[in-house]
C-alpha cells in the first residue's frame, strides 16, 4: 500500500512538471511573439510622383511592385531621408511630379487612403537624364 501511495504521488509531481513546463513554454512563446510584433522591416517600392507640395509628395506605385505597393501613398521627406540620383545626392527640388522614384521607408503605413507612409528613408530618382 505504501508503496502504491508513493507511485501515486510520483504521478502526480510528473503531471504538475509537464502542465507547468507546457504553460511556462507558452507564456515565453506569447511574449516572444508580441515583442517582435512592433518590429517593422524597411521596405522599398517603386512609383511616379503625381503631386508635390513643398516636401510632401503624393506617388502612385508601378505595376511592377508586389500588390501592396501599386496604390496611391503620401509622404513627407524629411533633413534625415536621403535624396539621391546615380549615387549623388540630390536637392529635393530636382524631384518634380511625373518622375519615377523608389522610395525606402521604414515599413510603417498609416492605413487611410490615400496610405501615409511615416518613415521615408530614402527616395532614389530613377530617370536616366535630368
Known sequence: MKKKAVLVCVGILMMLAIVGSYFLGYKTAYDRLEAGAGEALPQTFYATITEREGDHFAVEGLSVNDINFRGEFTFTITP?????WRGETLPAEELQ??????????????????????????????????
Open 80 to 84: 534625415d531621408t536621403s535624396l539621391i
Open 97 to 130: 511630379v511625373g518622375d519615377r522614384v523608389a522610395v525606402t521607408f521604414d515599413g510603417t503605413v498609416q492605413e487611410v487612403y490615400p496610405a501615409v507612409l511615416t518613415g521615408v528613408l530614402q527616395v532614389q530618382l530613377l530617370e536616366d537624364e535630368r
